[in-house]
C-alpha cells in the first residue's frame, strides 16, 4: 500500500478500547511499513464491562476487514435469533433477529493479540494528561482520540470538536450474571413507584450480562441514590427473582461507591471530529473516533458497532485514496461517516425515548408492547419482522385484525394493519390512509372547480380511506393566497358538493379542513415565492399579536374580542355549509403557524389579556372556535384538530405542550389529534427524516389517550403498516405519494400480496372492495384508447 502521502509513517492512537485497537490493526495490517502505537490507561485486562452484542451484519463487515481477527471473534461469540419480552405476566418470544454476544474482556484481548501479531506498539498502564506532549514523543504524524466516552481530548478542543452531550433520564447499572439467556431478554417489572426494565442477554457459556434501568424519579423514589452499591445490587436481584430463578447478580464495579455504579447515558455529537494540533512546528491532525465521537444508546447495542466500523472506514478511505492528501482523506470520512452515525444516533434517540417512558405503553397488552419494543427505533418495520419470523408476525396480525374487528371468525391470511377498518363515531373507515390535505393554488375567488374534482375524485378511487380536502378559509382574507379556496358562498358550496357526491360514489368518505391563515395570508402561490407577500394587492392581516410571520411578511392586526366573534360565527356557517355538502369529516387547523396556531403558539402570541401568557390561556380562543364548531357539526361525524406538536425553536412548544394541547381539544369533544409539527417561525430548525412526526403521534396518542393521525415522511406500506401495528398512530394521513400517484393506496396493497406471496385470490379477505376497486380501474385503463 502508498502511503497517503510521505508524512503519514507513524500512527498514534489514545485509548485501547474497541476503535483504537481496531484502527491500529487494520492499518498496521494494511502497511506494514508504518509505524503504529496505541496508548491504553489501564492493564491489558483490565474492563469494567460485561458483554458486548454486534449484529450478524457487523460481524460480516469484520470478516471483510480483518479475517483472521473476525474469525477469532466469531468463534467466541454466542450467537442467538430469539428477542423474548416479559410484561404483565405475559411473555412474547420472537425470532430471526441475528444477535451475537461476547465478553467485552474477550473482545479486547483479540484486539491486543491481533495486535501485537502485526506489530503494533502496545503501551499500557499510561494516563496521557496532554495528548501534545505525547504526540511529540512519539513523533506522530496522525493522533486517533479513541479516548471514549469522557474524552479528555474533546473535552480540550471542545472550542473545534463543539460536542452536544445529552445527558438522558434514566438510571442504569451493568451488572453480570450466572444465569444464561437463551434469548436476547427484556424484562419489565412495575413496583409502586414506576417501572424497572432488565436488558440481559448471554455472551459467553457461563455469564450474562444484565443491565438494570429505571427512569431517574423512581430511582430516587425507591431510595437507590442512597444505598451502597451491594444494597442497590440486592434490590435488583430481589426485583428481577423471576427471571434470575436463584442466580445472583454481579458487580465488577467494586471500585466505585455507594449508588456510582448508577449512571445516565450521555449522548454525544460533536459538530466536526478533527482538529489540528502543532507539533514541533508540525499541523498534526487529531481525529475523534468511537465513543468520543458519538455515543449510541445500549438499548440498540451499537457503541462499539460504530466504534469498530469508524475504523473500518477510516482505514478504508486510505486504501481508497492512497495518493491523496491526508487533510482530504479525513475530510472525506467525516463527511461520510458522520451521516451514517446520525442514522444510527437517530435510531438509539427513538430507542431510549422509548425506555425513558414505558410507562406510556403500558396501556397495551403484552403483544402490541412488544411489538412496539422491536419496532421503536423506526429501523426495524412491519415488513422487516416478516423477514425475521413470518410465522410470529402473521400471528401478531391476526391478534390485531382481531381487535379491531371483534368477534370476526379468524382468517388463513390476516389483513395487513394499515388496512384494517377504523369506526370513530358513526362514520367507519374502510382502511387507515388518508390523503393529507395538500395545497393547489387552483381555486377562483375560491370557488374549486373542474381541476380539484379530477384531483380529489382520483384520490377517491384511489383506495384511500379518507381524502382531505385542503384548508379552506371561512373569510375571504383567511386564504393563505389568491388561489386558496373558501367556504362563505353558495357558489362555493356548491362545487363542493359536486367534489363530495363524486367521492361518496366512488366508494370513499371525505372531508374538509376548516383554517385561518392569519399571519400567513396574503402570499404568493406556491410554484411562486411560497410564503412572501403578493406583489400588489395584498389584504390586511389579523392574529393573535402584532408579530409577523417574518421581516418580509406583513404585520398582523392584533384580534380585538369583536374580530374573534365575528371570525367565529364565520367558522360556524362555514361548517355548516360543510354538513350541508355532504363531507363526513371535519378538521380544524391548528397547526403550521396559521391564525390559531398563532394563538398557540408561545413565540407568536404575546398578548396580556385571557388569551395570552399560559398554555391555557393561549388555547382558550382556539378550544372556543372547536367548542362552536362541534356544536354546529352533525353529532354522528367525526372532527379531529390538526396541531403543530413541536416548533422547533427555542421558546416555542415542545411535545409535552403538544400533549397537554391534545388532552384540552380531547375535553372539548375533539375525536382525533393530527400530529403535525413546525411552520410555526422562519427561526424553526426541524430535523427531518423518514416518519420523522410519528413519535409526536405516538405520544399523543398514549399519553393523553386520544386517536391520533401521523403525519409527514410516510412513503409507503411499510411505514404505515409499522406505525399503525405499533399504536403509534390510528391513521396515517399520506399526502407526497398521492401527489404522485393518486391511486397509491392501491398499489402499496397489490405491493403486499405479492411481496407476502400468500394470498392466492384477490378477493378472499376484508381487502375485497381494495382488490374490486383495482380490477375496476385496470378494466376502465384497458378500455381505454
Known amino acids: 500500500m502508498n502511503t497517503p502521502d510521505s508524512a503519514l509513517q507513524r500512527i498514534l492512537c489514545i485509548g485501547g478500547g474497541p476503535a483504537g485497537l481496531y484502527f491500529a490493526l487494520l492499518m498496521k495490517r494494511r502497511d506494514p511499513s508504518l509505524t503504529v502505537t496505541v496508548v491504553e490507561r489501564n492493564r491489558p485486562f483490565d474492563t469494567f464491562g460485561w458483554g458486548v452484542v454486534l449484529s450478524d451484519q457487523t460481524l460480516g463487515n469484520l470478516r471483510e476487514a480483518d479475517p483472521e481477527s473476525a474469525s477469532l471473534i466469531g468463534e467466541a461469540f454466542n450467537h442467538w435469533d430469539d ?48 495528548d501534545q506532549a505525547l504526540a511529540a514523543q512519539y513523533n506522530a504524524d496522525l493522533v486517533i482520540a479513541s479516548d471514549g466516552l469522557n474524552s479528555r481530548i474533546r473535552t480540550r478542543y471542545a472550542e473545534t470538536f463543539q460536542p452536544d452531550i445529552d445527558t438522558r433520564e434514566c438510571r442504569f447499572v451493568w451488572l453480570g450474571t450466572k444465569k444464561t439467556f437463551d434469548a436476547f431478554t427484556f424484562d419489565f417489572v412495575q413496583t409502586e413507584h414506576g417501572w424497572f426494565q432488565a436488558h440481559a442477554y448471554k455472551f459467553d457459556g457461563e455469564t450474562s450480562t444484565f443491565i438494570v434501568e429505571t427512569p431517574e424519579a423512581v430511582w430516587k423514589a425507591h431510595g437507590i441514590d442512597q444505598m451502597e452499591q451491594a444494597e442497590g445490587v440486592a434490590f435488583c436481584e430481589k426485583l428481577f427473582a423471576e427471571r434470575l430463578e436463584g442466580h445472583a447478580l454481579i458487580s465488577n464495579a467494586q471500585h466505585l461507591r455507594g449508588s456510582a455504579n448508577w449512571i445516565r447515558f450521555p449522548r454525544v455529537i460533536c459538530k466536526t471530529w478533527v482538529h489540528r494540533i502543532e507539533v514541533a512546528g508540525r499541523q498534526i491532525p487529531v481525529v475523534l473516533m468511537g465513543d468520543a465521537a458519538h455515543t449510541a444508546h445500549f438499548s440498540i447495542g451499537s457503541g462499539t458497532k460504530l466504534a469498530l466500523e469508524d475504523a473500518i472506514d477510516l482505514a478504508n478511505e486510505f486504501t481508497r485514496h492512497a495518493n491523496a492528501d491526508v487533510a482530504e482523506v479525513l475530510q472525506g470520512y467525516e463527511a461520510r461517516r458522520s451521516v451514517e452515525v446520525l442514522k444510527i444516533q437517530n435510531a438509539a434517540r427513538n430507542s431510549t425515548e422509548w425506555f425513558e417512558n414505558v410507562d406510556r405503553y403500558t396501556g397495551m397488552e403484552v403483544e402490541q408492547f412488544a411489538y412496539s419494543l422491536l419496532t421503536r427505533s423506526q429501523r426495524i418495520s412491519h415488513e422487516n419482522l416478516r423477514l425475521r419470523d413470518p410465522a410470529w408476525l402473521e400471528g401478531y396480525e391476526a391478534w390485531l385484525e382481531a381487535q379491531a374487528k371483534p368477534g370476526t371468525p379468524a382468517k388463513k391470511h390476516p389483513t395487513p394493519p394499515m388496512l384494517l377498518p377504523l369506526t370513530v363515531r358513526g362514520l367507519t373507515l374502510k382502511n387507515r390512509i388518508v390523503v393529507s390535505p395538500m395545497a393547489q393554488y387552483s381555486a377562483v375567488d375560491g370557488a374549486v372547480g373542474d381541476y380539484h374534482l379530477v384531483h380529489l375524485g382520483a384520490r377517491a378511487l384511489g383506495g384511500a380511506a379518507l381524502v382531505m380536502v385542503e384548508m379552506t378559509s371561512p373569510t375571504p382574507e383567511g386564504r393563505i393566497t389568491p388561489g386558496c379556496p373558501g367556504l ?42 411560497i410564503d412572501e407577500p403578493l406583489e400588489s394587492g395584498n389584504w390586511p392581516l389579523i392574529s393573535a399579536s402584532a408579530v409577523p410571520y417574518g421581516e418580509q411578511n406583513q404585520v398582523p392586526r392584533a384580534m380585538t374580542r369583536a374580530d374573534m366573534d365575528a371570525l367565529m360565527a364565520a ?44 398554555l391555557e390561556n393561549r388555547c382558550r380562543y382556539p378550544l372556543e372556535v372547536f ?41 372539548a369533544g375533539c375525536d382525533v389529534i393530527d400530529v403535525s409539527s413546525g411552520q410555526t417561525t422562519r427561526q424553526a430548525k426541524p430535523v427531518y427524516g423518514r416518519m420523522y412526526q410519528t413519535p409526536f403521534a405516538d405520544r399523543v396518542r398514549n399519553e393523553a389517550g ?80
Not at 594 to 608: E, G, V
Request: with cysteine; aromatic share 8%.
Open 488 to 529: 362563505w358562498n353558495d357558489a362555493q358550496q356548491a362545487g363542493f358538493k359536486r367534489i363530495v357526491d363524486f367521492a361518496h360514489a366512488s366508494h370513499a368518505h371525505i372531508g374538509i379542513q376548516l383554517g385561518h391563515s392569519g399571519p400567513k395570508g396574503s402570499t404568493q402561490l406556491g410554484w411562486e415565492r
Open 83 to 130: 428477542i423474548e419480552v416479559f410484561y404483565k405476566g405475559g411473555r412474547v418470544r420472537s425470532g430471526g433477529h441475528g444477535f451475537c454476544g461476547i465478553g467485552r474482556k474477550k473482545l479486547l484481548n483479540i484486539l491486543q493479540d491481533r495486535c501485537l501479531a502485526l506489530g503494533v506498539n502496545l503501551v499500557f498502564e499510561t494516563d496521557v494528561a496532554d
Open 627 to 667: 367548542t362552536a364548531l362541534r356544536a354546529a357539526w352533525p353529532t354522528e361525524r367525526p372532527m379531529s384538530v390538526r396541531i403543530s406538536a413541536h416548533d422547533w425553536a427555542p421558546g416555542g412548544n415542545t411535545p409535552d405542550d403538544a400533549v397537554a394541547i391534545a388532552r384540552l381539544f380531547k375535553a
Open 706 to 785: 386520544i386517536l391520533t393521525m401521523a403525519v409527514g415522511a410516510i412513503q409507503e406500506a411499510d411505514h404505515a403498516n409499522s406505525i399503525i401495528a405499533a399504536g403509534r398512530a390510528d391513521l396515517c394521513a399520506v399526502a407526497r405519494p398521492h401527489l404522485a400517484d393518486p391511486a397509491w393506496t392501491l398499489h402499496e396493497a397489490a405491493k403486499l400480496q405479492t411481496r407476502a406471496l400468500r394470498w392466492p385470490h384477490p378477493y378472499e379477505s376484508g381487502r375485497d372492495q381494495l382488490y374490486r376497486e383495482t380490477a375496476r380501474q385496470q378494466a376502465l385503463n384497458a378500455n381505454t384508447p
Open 571 to 614: 367558522f360556524v356557517e362555514s361548517t355548516q355549509r360543510a354538513a350541508a355538502a355532504g363531507f363526513d369529516w371535519l378538521e380544524l387547523h391548528a397547526a403550521h403557524g396559521y391564525l390559531l396556531s398563532a394563538f398557540i403558539c408561545p413565540l407568536t402570541n404575546l398578548r396580556t389579556d385571557e388569551y395570552g401568557g399560559s
